[in-house]
């Protein structure tokens, strides 16, 4: 056991904090579960678990052999995964999978394995790295608006563009958090706010475009509209649905909650061991569990800032920051939709939710992180070691060496 530890580079408590995320989603996924398991199979949620464990295997496997590369080889495997990630993107809206009549092309299916990917959610970690690639390149230079639009926003906009058709959460966070990783990087905040408008404007022309010739994008700005106005209208409506069980799980846990495996709720929300899973930890731990779960996100966001700061290289500290802030973002957009301070975004909890990819995207991204704090403390034990070396005397040297 513990060669296995000493094997484990890198923040402990990022380690810790992440195993206990992954270990306590043991209890709300099999009692969230339930639901599917009556729906769609014999009643028995054993299965659901025994996948669950297996994404989560997969996934630390994953963390574990991502901390292990010196994250300075992220930088050039930036530039080689981003055109095979765009090539993934556009294979997945080309598909244009239909489910249930609604266009929902957001993932494909991993030949002879049977398992689905979300080519989105890798795509976003890959132009986080790349972002934090030409920003480092940049830090001693004046940025100017001209020279950053090929090599910089041609790429950002391309992914972007491949992803909103199926995934406008998705695309809304990955460019809020380009936006807030160039404010980190020192780009100009008057280029930003350009930036900004130009969006808003391709936004606009493309739910345009979407509404003029319908048969393009069957039901997804139409989606997108109605969630809005759901969130923003005080009548209750079919759509609000799920907000609406997810508030009254939320209002029976009280203080201590239900009790585990006593949830009501999770026989009426259609996504309650994915996108609705906090309702149901709220539910049934009650608010201990609720501020438990949300106290493990702050740590780790603690950690995540600690490890950026201590990092000896630009490219460091904005891959850190880069990787390490969406997990958060998307953790406090889950709890906030869960208690309706968003509208419903379709958006996971980390480590925590049902859901291959979201978990092997999240654990690939601690594993940069874990890597950036492991080349930090091996040069902290190098210079411990040079200092020591400097402090011995010379006869107890050479008397040692007689």
Not at 38 to 63: A, E, I, N, R
Not at 116 to 141: C, D, G, H, P, W
Not at 292 to 311: H, P
Not at 389 to 395: A, C, G, T
Request: include cysteine; aromatic fraction near 12%.
């Amino acid at each position: 056991m513990s060669n296995i530890f000493s094997n484990l580079k890198g923040d402990k408590v990022i380690w810790a904090t992440a195993a206990l995320l992954a270990i306590f989603s043991f209890l709300p996924v099999y009692s969230s579960s339930s639901n599917l398991a009556y729906l769609y199979g014999d009643g028995s949620t054993f299965q659901y678990v025994v996948v669950h464990f297996f994404h989560l295997l997969l996934g630390f496997c994953l963390l574990f052999a991502v901390h292990k590369i010196p994250y300075h080889y992220f930088r050039g495997l930036s530039i080689l995964f981003l055109p095979v990630v765009i090539v993934l993107l556009i294979y997945t809206v080309a598909q244009g999978t239909m489910i249930d009549g609604a266009y929902a092309s957001r993932w494909i299916q991993i030949p002879g394995l049977g398992v689905s990917f979300q080519s989105s959610t890798l795509a976003s970690v890959v132009l986080m790295i790349y972002v934090a690639r030409y920003l480092s390149k940049k830090t001693n230079e004046n940025l100017t608006f001209k020279e950053s639009i090929l090599p910089l926003w041609l790429p950002v906009g391309v992914v972007l563009s491949l992803i909103l058709p199926a995934n406008f959460s998705t695309t809304a966070i990955v460019f809020a958090m380009v936006l807030v990783l160039m404010f980190l990087g020192g780009y100009p905040i008057k280029y930003l706010g350009i930036i900004v408008a130009a969006g808003l404007i391709l936004l606009t022309m493309f739910i345009l475009t979407a509404k003029a010739f319908p048969g393009l994008l069957p039901n997804r700005v139409d989606t997108w509209a109605s969630r809005i106005e759901s969130f923003s209208n005080d009548e209750d409506t079919e759509a609000d649905y799920q907000i609406e069980k997810a508030k009254i799980a939320i209002a029976t846990g009280g203080v201590a909650g239900t009790g585990i495996g006593k949830s009501v709720q999770r026989n009426f929300l259609p996504q309650s061991s994915s996108d609705f899973i906090y309702a149901i930890i709220v539910e049934e731990m009650g608010l201990i569990g609720a501020f438990g779960v949300m106290l493990a996100y702050l740590l780790l966001l603690f950690r995540i800032v600690i490890v950026a700061t201590k990092s000896n290289t630009v490219f460091g500290k904005l891959l850190v920051m880069g990787v390490g802030l969406p997990i958060i973002f998307q953790a406090l957009i889950n709890m906030g939709v869960a208690v309706e301070l968003f509208p419903v975004t379709g958006q996971t909890l980390p480590l925590i939710s049902s859901g291959g990819t979201s978990i092997w995207m999240t654990c690939m991204a601690l594993g940069i992180i874990l890597s950036v704090s492991a080349k930090r403390e091996e040069m902290k034990e190098r210079e411990e070691a040079e200092k020591e070396l400097d402090n011995e005397n010379p006869l107890d040297i050479l008397s040692e060496a007689i």
